[in-house]
Structure formats: C-alpha cells, structure tokens
C-alpha cells in the first residue's frame, strides 16, 4: 500500500530538516576546530624554541617551529573551504525546505551579491575615482 502524498512530503520535509540541523552542526565543530588552529598559532608565536609538539589526535609530533605554522595554515585553509561549502549548501536546502513548507522563496535574499563601487557610482564618477 502507498502511503498518501502529504505523508511522502512531511518525510521529505523531516529528512531536509535533519540534513540542516547537521550541517549546522558541523559548521560549529569546524569553528570550534578553527578557533582551536587560532589559539595554537598564537601560542607559536610566543614560542621560544625551534621546534614544537603538536598533537595530532592521539598522536604528538615533534615538528619545526615553521613547519608547524605552516600546518596550522593548511589547516585552516581547508576548514575555512569545507566551512563556505557547507554555508552554500545550506542556504539551498533552507530555501528548498521553506518552499516544502510553503513559505516564501527564500533565494532571493540568501543568494545576494555585495554592491561593485560601479552599481553605486554614475560612470563619469567612476573614471574619475578610478
């Protein structure tokens, strides 16, 4: 037996939901990670020797102080990626899930561009600022 529409549709909508809520989560796991990056960089700086230990899951390893930073960089680089990937795909399943829900479309506000100095500025402003 096939269970009615509106049954499908309030599964689709909780299984959207879900995937939300833990998108969001990782979005603070991946903060609290990059705060974590932060803190230790700054705790580099401040170092006196040339070489560190770091600790990699239950592991820690003697590095260069240079190497180290270089690390903690990468690090950060990819966690700010996977972060802004996250933040996009959020926003087209929050838009999706208020158009299931039928709100209003939500594209139009999450997907907004910031203003060039051209969009605000006549031309002949432009060339002379320019």
């Known amino acids: ?5 509106y049954k499908k549709q309030i599964a689709e909508i909780e299984v959207l939901g879900e995937d939300i809520l833990t998108d969001k989560q990782q979005l603070i796991d991946f903060d609290r990670k990059r705060n974590s990056n932060r803190q230790g960089a700054r705790e580099l700086e401040s170092y ?4 560190v230990w770091i600790n990699s899951g239950s592991l820690f390893i003697k590095f260069p102080k240079s190497e180290a930073k270089q690390l903690i960089a990468n690090d950060q680089k990819a966690i700010d990626e996977e972060m802004t990937k996250l933040r996009d795909g959020l926003k087209v399943k929050a838009s999706k899930l208020a158009k299931m829900e039928g709100g209003p479309d939500l594209a139009q506000s999450f997907f907004l561009k910031p203003s060039e100095p051209a969009d605000l500025f006549p031309t002949s402003i432009t060339h002379i600022l320019g």
């Open 48 to 51: 006196k020797e040339e070489t």
């Open 1 to 5: 037996m096939q269970q009615p529409s």
